[in-house]
C-alpha cells in the first residue's frame, strides 16, 4: 500500500509541492499531511519529525527554521514536531534566516520525515 502522506501548496492536497525554493526573509506556509481516510505515524511510536536539509553548500541547516504557526516561526529550529498522528492537512511555515545569506532565492533545500507509516 502506498502512503497518501505527502507534501502540497495548498491545504485541498490538489497542487502537489513539486519542488521547493525559499527567498531569504520571506516566510513560506506549505501543507502536509495525508488524504484523511488514513493517520501517519512514527515507525518508532514517537513524533513525526519534518526536518529540513541543505543539499548543495550555500543554506546552513541552523539557517532554516520550521514551525506550525507563523508566530513561532521566529524562534524555531530546523526540525518541527507534527505529533505523533497526522490525519488531514497540517500547515508548515519555513522561513531562512536572511541574516545567514546573500539576497537570493535558494532551491538547494529538501523536507524529510523519519520513517513512518499508515493506518
Known sequence: MS?????????GRTLPLASLAIKGGTA????????????A??????????????????VPASAIHLATSLSA??????SVDLGQVVSGMQAVWLLVDQSALADGEY???SLVTNPIYES
Do not use: K
Open 3 to 11: 502512503l497518501t502522506f505527502g507534501f502540497y501548496e495548498d491545504a
Open 28 to 39: 513560506t506556509r506549505i501543507w502536509v499531511g495525508t488524504d484523511g481516510t488514513a493517520q
Open 41 to 58: 505515524q512514527a515507525a518508532s511510536g514517537g513524533s513525526i519529525t519534518l526536518t529540513a536539509n541543505a543539499v548543495l553548500p550555500g
Open 73 to 78: 516561526l521566529a524562534s524555531a529550529s530546523a
Open 107 to 109: 532551491s538547494n533545500v
